[in-house]
């Protein structure tokens, strides 16, 4: 039964590791914001860290998906955050 478990698992991590690049960039900057935050990073890399006794394969495909979430590329024009001015037209 473990074995199946961690057997989806990471079926899954390896499609969420496929996915993530052709994301909208809408999603794209709604997961780079989740990732982004220092307290975010040191929790992501300590349940990595935790993962990582329990199965090592599955640990370093977390470490994997959190690296390529926070590389995400998001180019400036679609930046969602800040203000329009709204004079200029």
């Known amino acids: 039964m473990r074995d199946i ?4 698992i990471i079926l899954t991590l390896i499609v969420l590791i496929s996915i993530l690049p052709n994301l909208s ?3 794209k900057f709604k997961i780079k914001l989740a990732v982004s935050g220092m307290i975010n990073k040191m929790l992501l890399f300590a349940i990595v860290c935790l993962a990582t006794l329990e199965n090592k394969v599955i ?3 977390l470490l994997i998906l959190i690296f390529s979430a926070l590389n995400l590329n998001i180019t400036k024009k679609n930046h969602l955050e800040g203000f329009a001015n709204y004079y200029k037209r």
Do not use: D
């Open 25 to 27: 960039n809408k999603n």
């Open 5 to 8: 478990i961690s057997i989806i």
């Open 59 to 61: 640990g370093l495909l």
